[in-house]
């Protein structure tokens, strides 16, 4: 039959359904209501189940029903995050208008700015209670750039790529020039302190390749970027030069964080490029003799007032219990710090964002802090435990994401029996986003003191590989960030933040 003939016929047939419906009505004065009823149920059999047969057959796709379950609304949950950010990638975005702002050392007009910026971007996100609590801050400034030259009777004169560690004083106004002393390690200085007074100690130590876990790597040699200094003025010496803690081999100065020891003299400390650093031993070797110049005016100057930056999703039935998302929004002034830490902090935002786009309302609160002074003495932290809103709050967990914005691994916890079960039980939910899983340990300086107070730490931890080539120093910038890389983090960080909220073992 063809579609012509085919409207023609329906067209009948509505006729002779409106003459049927009158004929009906009329009869219904002077019929039994019996009667009517077959009358009625005989012709809606007719129209109901002829009209169909005399049309094409296209049955309506059939939706294939899925039992639902708690594993299925999660498997749910994760695509919906994933297609959101990743669509999106508003962290990069977010990132690019920090960094944007320029370097963020503490008590810096741009620390100043990020904080506004970020309290805004919270605002305008529609995140809840959003405000900023107050954090006593160091004040440190490097100054004008450093100056460095290796003097050498037969060698000639070199400069070093040189930069001032966080806190260091500066040279006389005339600068300081002396001879240099190589050690490895405080032993070896200790051994030769007769040797090093009056000198430069050069700590020349490298950050051991053989080992996988950058971070370990690190922690062996950032020793004597801290204490380097002090150690070094114990036996009589006039400065400090460390080898910067990289693992990459160029001339770029790693900066950070020195501490000056009680009743020990107080004299310049600085870091070299890991090319200076193979430059001046060789020059050594071949002339023991050769002095080096150094000139700073790097200055300390009194604490100030600064503030961490807070918002948060209101939890719909224990408001008072907190999941802390995590980073700190100060960097060194090398560069814009885009890994360190500005991916942390932009992480912890863009988890909430996801939470609120996708209409996700915890039953348990879930915040973020973006803590300030990390880099310069961790006063962000204590600041924040100290604060009277402190009170009535009980801080369940609090991650820390401050190891840069490369792919995400694991997520470190230093969990409770009941609590590393349930999170091991979701490890396929953020398999499926790329993670290998959950490991124990984690936490970070700013969370160190909520961990006191009985809070569970954690820690995203993502490929440290090239963290340390970037870390303290000029290369830490925008484009060293890999936008799907430091989504992906935002996206396990918000994920575990809301399933705790919504679980949390009693």
Partial sequence: MNQSKINQTSK???????????????????????????????????ILGGVPSLLPASPLPQEKMVPSSPENSREKLVEQFMDKGLRENYAFTLLKKLTALGPRLTASPQAAAAVEFMRQAM????????????????RWIRGDQ?????????????PLAVTALGGSVGTPPQGISAQVLEVHSFVELKNKAAEARGK??????????????????????????????????????????????TTANDDFPHTGMMRYQENVPRIPGLCLSTKSADFLSRALKSDPQLRVYLWTNCRNLPPTTSYNVIGQITGTEKPAEIILLGGHLDSW?????????????????????????????????????????????????????RHPNRRQEKHLLALESDRGG???????????????????????????????????????????????????????????QRYFDVHHSALDTIDSVNP???????????????????????
């Fill in 123 to 138: 605002v305008d996100l529609g995140l809840e209670n959003v405000h900023l609590e107050e954090v006593e801050v160091n």
């Fill in 333 to 385: 002034d090398l560069a814009q710090g885009a890994h360190d830490d500005g991916a942390g902090c932009v992480q912890a935002v863009e988890a909430l964002r996801l939470i609120k786009a996708l209409g996700l309302r915890p039953r348990r609160t879930i915040r973020a802090v973006l803590f300030m002074n990390e880099e310069f003495g961790g006063s962000g932290g204590r600041d924040y435990v």
């Fill in 406 to 464: 490369f792919r995400p691994l694991y997520i470190g916890l230093r969990a409770t029996p009941a609590l590393w079960d349930l999170v091991k039980s979701w490890e396929p939910l953020f398999q499926k986003m790329g993670l290998i899983g959950f490991k124990k340990g984690g936490g970070g300086v700013d969370i160190a003191p909520l961990g006191a107070q009985g809070t569970i730490l954690a820690g995203l931890i993502p490929d440290c």
């Fill in 200 to 245: 430069i100690v050069f700590f020349n130590q490298s950050m051991d390749p053989t080992l996988l876990d950058t971070f370990r790597a690190y922690g062996q040699v950032a020793r004597f970027r801290s204490l380097g200094a002090s150690a070094a003025a114990r036996v009589g010496a006039v400065a400090a030069l460390v080898r910067s803690p």
């Fill in 484 to 506: 799907r890389e430091l989504e992906l983090g935002a996206l396990a960080m918000g994920l575990l933040a809301y399933l705790l909220a919504e679980n949390w073992p009693e």
């Fill in 146 to 158: 450093e100056k460095c030259f290796l003097i050498s009777s037969t060698l000639g004169t070199h």
């Fill in 12 to 46: 009948c047939i509505r006729f002779t359904l409106g003459q049927k419906i009158k004929q009906t009505v009329g009869r219904l004065r002077q019929k039994n209501l019996h009667r009517l009823t077959g009358r009625l149920l005989l012709s809606l059999t007719l």
